[in-house]
């Protein structure tokens, strides 16, 4: 019976894993091209780059929930993996490298990126934003790499 609930246990983690990079992908490689060139869908400039950037943060801040839902589901199913002696440095490495990042990011660069976009239109076109934006992209990009090495690993190991 043990071995039945761990394996519907596996296929929600992988599940949730999926959505997750899925949701995240799409946010970086679909959402953001298409709100920060909105003049192309829309024929004019109606919206300056602060306003898209607004528009932009909101869905990251939505993206967020789906991020810590993940981490907390990370630290559950590999915590209880590690606890029943199913360990794997790759895996272990990888959910701390997601937990961080995906804590970084959440917890870090959202709440500065919000922070200085309160404060008006020429913060956000200051050199520390540029950085503070760049650091979390490379956060999210992190947390995606350590979401497929999980789940390829996850996958590798229950198909043995």
């Known amino acids: 019976m043990e071995q039945k609930t761990n394996k519907y246990f596996t296929i929600l983690y992988l599940l949730i894993l999926g959505v997750v990079l899925g949701a995240t992908i799409y946010a970086g490689a679909v959402v953001a091209p298409v709100t920060f060139h909105s003049e192309q869908w829309l024929a004019d400039e109606i919206l300056s ?8 943060t909101e869905n990251f801040i939505r993206l967020g929930y789906f991020i810590l839902f993940a981490m907390i589901a990370i630290f559950i199913y590999e915590g209880y993996q590690y606890k029943r002696f199913n360990r794997d440095l790759i895996k272990t490495l990888s959910a701390l490298g997601a937990i961080m990042s995906g804590a970084l990011f959440k917890y870090f660069y959202m709440d500065s990126i919000i922070q200085m976009q309160m404060q008006g239109e020429s913060v956000v076109e200051s050199k520390i934003f540029e950085n503070m934006h760049k650091g979390s992209e490379i956060a999210l990009t992190l947390f995606m790499i350590f979401l497929i090495i999980l789940f390829v690993r996850t996958l590798q190991k229950e198909l043995k």
Do not use: D, N, P, S
């Not at 780059?49 to 932009?56: A, K, P, S, T, V």
């Open 49 to 56: 780059r602060f306003q898209e950037g607004l528009i932009m």
